[in-house]
């Protein structure tokens, strides 16, 4: 492909540069025409030319070479080429011009040569010109003689624009470089004349001189791609990159070999597309080589086979058309193909403007039946004038205008993957290439119905309707009518099921995309804006098993990735996070010693008790009330979960060193809260990723929802993407919920509204205020973030899939996040590389990749100043734009003092989501991109509940604000809880198993109401009374412990003198194990009212 070959021209030319001045610059040095002072220099050499100097020889090749390649990317290259052949040539004036031109230019540098020749071997003042002319001018000369028909044809955009753009540029550097004396020309060998004040001409002349080098060396490069290309047999393979040798005979190709009518063709080609199709033609650029030149003469015949059908004064002269189409097919799929016979038929039957888009046709990579298919299209198109004068119009059905789409527009998407598959033959087996045929075909009725759908004016006045009959009747129209009048409401209606039905075509097959040759591809990047890691994968493959299908059977692949973290400190050191034990053992007892592995082991035992006692008794479990909470079930395993203890603390217990401590503990931010705030419960996150590994799914997240997707399409479920909701019907009472109202006013009533989106933004924007709507506006929140997503021009190695770079001040960084609500002066962040584990994520060579940062969330008025409080006044104000360019430079910075890595240069693409963005795009309160928090009183039965607060009836909730809480796999399971909720309430059956377990699923022949969940057991009198008992020692404690730390907050403390060489100096003295717990902040606040914290 000529474009992979482009993108490797490059280093080629770099290295050839710099091995070609090497000789003469240290000529130039050892003769001391130029000098370098002493202290100029950093001091390494080759060959007496400073290193300096060396890597200047290389990053001006590369910088100039990517310009020519900017300029030149859409320039298609074979029709600017010539065989000056008198009678090929538009005229015999045109050949002697072609003469002219290259022997002009011939003369020029010969006659510079001389010039240098006489003014070196003069010596003196002409000196240093003569070296740089007779240096420069003989590879020009080369590179003129070979390409001279590109330099000259090419328009000055590409050429002339590449070499004046770096040489003015290097000419201001130049004349900074000498006014400060980083080198200096002697005196006696230079002429004394000044391009302006600083700059000698013979610099001035130099960079214009190797620029040009530069540019004629990428033209004479894309010269022999050009040859080789355009002139070889219809079944050549073109190799990845193409030996010397090969470029070379295209190069040395004699001009009066090159066949004319093939270029003469390819002209037409492209002015005919230019004019009528610019889209395609323009697409085309994102292919090279002979591929591109393939796309461009089949979509070039296309136009024509449809223009002499349209063109035509009578359906007869159109059918006449259509038949000499198919006879000119016919021979050439004959099993005794005759050229020339082709030829002079071509030559008898068919304007002259249409017989080079049929001469060169690649017949033989195409298949044959999708160009007769295309003709069948074109006949009926021909039924339209039938039915102008019967009112019996073709397309009554979705099924023909399925059909229709599929002739006119999947057969020429089948034509051109038929081409990509002649190019790249060994990179898709046969049954991957026919799913990839049928995913285009498809693909191409969908752009057809879109094209209909744009097109109905402009059909209507040819008296053409391509919208199915029926359809129109469910409208009260007819095709009539629309031609009549193509506007109004009803036929807006029409075009949005007209594009609706495109949108679900191209859902069913997007997903080939993936499996496309990375040449049909183009540079495409994928990244993700959510989740970029997939934990707890039994959660995945147990909703897809309910759902009586599983991950694999909906195309998620999912692979694991290891290691989990490679996780980044201060210092340069890293750690990394397995579930091999092995790695482990070693990685730990680095740090914490011989025993530390065992302490480990036990730290991972408490988190497996976590993890199995929060997926049985929370995860499985609604809690739909405070009594909730009184299940003996869960009561007696309360203590155990840890919730009164912060995860730090619990980390503190088992690891001795801060490094291990922020190594385990920093996961709570999946959450969005700090290690020191989150209840230890959540350690439970640690186990999961230790002991199950993280995965990914190949494709990206978006393949998780796709299938999902796929599942409810089969089971009838109608998806509206772009359908914004303004609110939720309720009935006249406002006790029940009855459908959802557009954003245009159109109502959708429904029995049931399961409502996803943010739920504080809900309860505020989509439902009648209230109190407790209000209220939800004064919950502690999660955080929210900074991501950037950046595409880089090259891998990265030393960063794996998932990267951690931990703060040094770890605890003051969340608190800049949790009290302050800003960025840390040093923030911990997340790097995803997702093209790590799934290469299509980039292109080949390339990396995706995205950065999280940690940030405080809005505050009410974003504008506003704040100390960390929604309503107080305080330090700084939230300048997001400021913060998020402070934060970028930070990460930077980070990144390449801890791995080695400058990115900023390497970024080619860039995206970033701030909490701005997040409350914009995504409804997000606050910018909280993780919904309410995960602290003790907001969650289980203080959590918004699955069902709607206030007593509207039939409305739910799902998502990350309301139980269980946040998470992928937490909100799946959160759907389940919600879905059985609904079939309870309804007294219907729930057609899966009890908690999620893997016994059969239930009877769904059985009339009786199934038991899922204990809490909707019938209770005895007794049962009850327990309940509530326990129910009110539970609040009780809560409310104690409440007024306990309000008082503690209040007190007027006053210190004493003989105890203030003993006083209690914070968490961090006792190994802190107090930090996070309720009694070490109760300490804390005692201290903060005394001035000793």
């Not at 540069?17 to 001091?43: C, E, F, H, M, Q």
């Not at 205008?401 to 598959?421: I, K, Q």
């Not at 129109?472 to 594009?499: A, C, F, Q, W, Y």
């Amino acid at each position: 492909m000529q474009v992979e070959a482009m993108h490797d021209a490059p280093p080629i030319i770099a290295m050839i540069a710099v091995v070609s001045t090497i000789p003469w610059d240290s000529y130039l040095i050892r003769k001391k025409i130029w000098t370098y002072p002493p202290n100029a220099i950093i001091g390494p050499t080759l060959y007496q030319i400073p290193a300096e100097e060396v890597f200047f020889f290389v990053i001006q090749t590369y910088t100039t070479s990517l310009l020519y390649l900017i300029f030149n990317k859409a320039t298609f290259h074979p029709i600017y080429l010539s065989s000056e052949r008198p009678g090929h040539c538009s005229s015999s004036s045109d050949t002697r011009q072609w003469r002219i031109k290259k022997y002009t230019g011939q003369a020029v540098l010969v006659l510079g040569l001389s010039a240098a020749w006489v003014m070196f071997n003069t010596g003196g003042t002409g000196t240093y010109m003569g070296l740089i002319v007779g240096w420069a001018f003989p590879f020009l000369l080369f590179l003129w003689t070979l390409a001279y028909q590109l330099l000259i044809g090419l328009p000055w955009t590409n050429t002339v624009l590449p070499i004046v753009l770096p040489t003015v540029y290097l000419w201001i550097v130049d004349t900074l470089a000498l006014r400060r004396g980083t080198w200096v020309i002697e005196n006696g060998t230079k002429l004394g004349i000044h391009l302006w004040p600083g700059l000698e001409i013979e610099e001035a002349f130099f960079f214009l001189a190797t620029n040009m080098l530069i540019v004629f060396g990428m033209t004479a490069f894309d010269n022999a791609l050009a040859v080789l290309h355009t002139f070889c047999p219809p079944d050549w393979i073109a190799p990845h990159f193409p030996s010397v040798i090969l470029l070379m005979k295209a190069l040395l190709k004699p001009v009066s070999q090159y066949d004319d009518e093939r270029i003469t063709g390819l002209q037409e080609a492209v002015s005919r597309l230019r004019k009528k199709s610019r889209s395609f033609y323009l697409a085309s650029g994102a292919f090279q080589g002979k591929l591109r030149i393939d796309l461009i003469i089949l979509y070039s015949f296309c136009r024509v086979s449809d223009d002499l059908v349209d063109d035509t004064e009578s359906v007869e002269e159109a059918k006449m058309w259509i038949d000499k189409l198919r006879e000119y097919l016919d021979l050439n799929y004959s099993p005794d193909i005759d050229r020339e016979f082709i030829r002079d038929f071509v030559e008898k039957n068919f304007p002259v403007q249409a017989r080079s888009a049929l001469l060169m046709l690649p017949t033989s990579t195409l298949a044959k039946q999708p160009l007769y298919d295309l003709l069948k299209g074109f006949e009926m198109d021909l039924d339209f004038s039938a039915a102008a004068e019967n009112d019996n119009y073709p397309i009554e059905t979705e099924t023909d205008l399925d059909l229709y789409g599929a002739r006119v527009a999947g057969t020429v998407a089948e034509l051109c993957l038929g081409l990509v598959f002649a190019d790249c033959p060994h990179q898709t087996d046969v049954e991957e290439r026919n799913r990839i045929l049928r995913a285009g075909a498809t693909m191409g009725i969908a752009l057809q119905y879109v094209n209909i759908s744009r097109d109905i004016s402009v059909d209507a006045e040819m008296k053409r309707v391509y919208i199915p009959s029926q359809w129109l009747l469910d409208e009260g129209l007819t095709p009539g009518d629309v031609i009549k009048n193509p506007t109004g409401s009803r036929i807006e209606s029409m075009r949005k099921r007209l594009l609706e039905r495109a949108f679900r075509l191209y859902g069913d097959s997007k997903d080939a995309l993936d499996k496309l040759p990375f040449q049909a591809k183009g540079p495409m990047r994928r990244f993700d804006q959510g989740p970029s890691l997939l934990l707890l994968p039994h959660f995945f493959a147990e909703t897809y098993r309910d759902l009586d299908t599983t991950l694999l059977k909906e195309g998620v692949d999912i692979v694991q990735c290891a290691p989990n973290y490679n996780i980044w400190f201060g210092d340069g050191e890293n750690f990394q996070l397995s579930t091999d034990l092995a790695t482990m053992k070693t990685e730990i007892e680095k740090w914490e010693g011989k025993d530390g592995f065992e302490r480990y082991l036990a730290f991972l035992d408490e988190s497996h008790k976590h993890y199995e006692l929060s997926v049985t008794h929370v995860l499985r479990k609604n809690f739909t009330s405070l009594l909730s909470m009184c299940r003996p079930s869960f009561l007696r395993h309360l203590i155990a979960l840890h919730p009164f203890e912060s995860i730090y603390s619990r980390a503190s217990r088992y690891f001795w060193t801060e490094r291990m401590r922020r190594v385990f503990t920093f996961g709570s931010m999946y959450m969005g809260m700090s290690p020191f705030d989150a209840p230890g419960t959540y350690s439970l996150l640690q186990y999961t990723e230790l002991a199950e590994g993280i995965w990914y799914p190949k494709g990206g997240f978006h393949k998780v929802i796709e299938g999902l997707v796929n599942v409810g399409q089969r089971f009838g479920v109608e998806y509206r993407l772009s359908t914004p909701i303004s609110k939720i019907a309720l009935s006249a009472d406002n006790k029940k919920a009855t459908g959802v109202v557009l954003e245009d006013g159109t109502t959708l009533t429904a029995d049931t509204v399961v409502c996803n989106a943010d739920l504080i933004y809900a309860y505020n924007n989509l439902l009648p205020p209230t109190s407790y709507a209000k209220s939800l506006n004064r919950r502690d929140t999660s955080c929210s973030s900074l991501s950037f997503y950046w595409g880089l021009s090259r891998t990265v190695p030393e960063l794996s899939a998932h990267n951690i770079f931990l703060a040094d001040e770890y605890k003051n960084s969340f608190d800049s996040i949790f009290k302050d609500h800003l960025i840390p002066q040093d923030p911990s962040f997340y790097v995803n590389v997702p093209s790590r584990v799934d290469p299509t994520a980039a292109p080949p060579g390339c990396d995706s990749i995205v950065i999280l940062v940690p940030v405080g969330h809005l505050i009410s008025d974003a504008s506003a100043t704040h100390n960390g409080s929604l309503d107080s006044p305080g330090k700084t104000k939230q300048d997001w734009p400021t913060l998020r360019s402070r934060a970028r430079a930070q990460v930077l910075k980070t990144i390449q003092t801890r791995i080695g890595v400058d990115l900023g240069p390497l970024i080619v693409h860039e995206q970033t989501n701030d909490p701005l963005t997040w409350k914009q795009t995504f409804n997000l309160d606050r910018g909280a991109i993780l919904g309410l928090s995960h602290s003790f009183f907001n969650v289980l039965s203080f959590r918004p509940k699955t069902r709607h607060e206030g007593g509207i009836k039939g409305l739910y909730f799902v998502g990350a604000s309301t139980h269980p809480g946040t998470g992928v796999p937490i909100c799946l399971a959160g759907g389940k809880i919600v879905a059985t909720q609904i079939l309870q309430d309804q007294g219907l059956v729930v057609p899966w198993p009890a908690g999620g377990m893997l016994e059969p699923a239930v009877d769904s022949s059985s009339k009786e109401k199934q038991e899922i969940d204990e809490i909707h057991r019938p209770l005895t009198i007794f049962g009850w009374l327990v309940r509530i008992l326990i129910g009110i020692l539970v609040v009780g404690l809560f409310v104690a412990l409440w007024i306990n730390a309000m008082w503690m907050d209040s007190m007027a403390w006053t210190p004493i003198p003989w105890a203030e060489e003993h006083v209690y100096q914070g968490p961090e003295v006792s190994g802190q194990l107090w930090e996070g717990t309720w009694f070490g902040r109760m300490i804390e606040r005692f201290y903060e009212a005394n001035g000793g914290m």
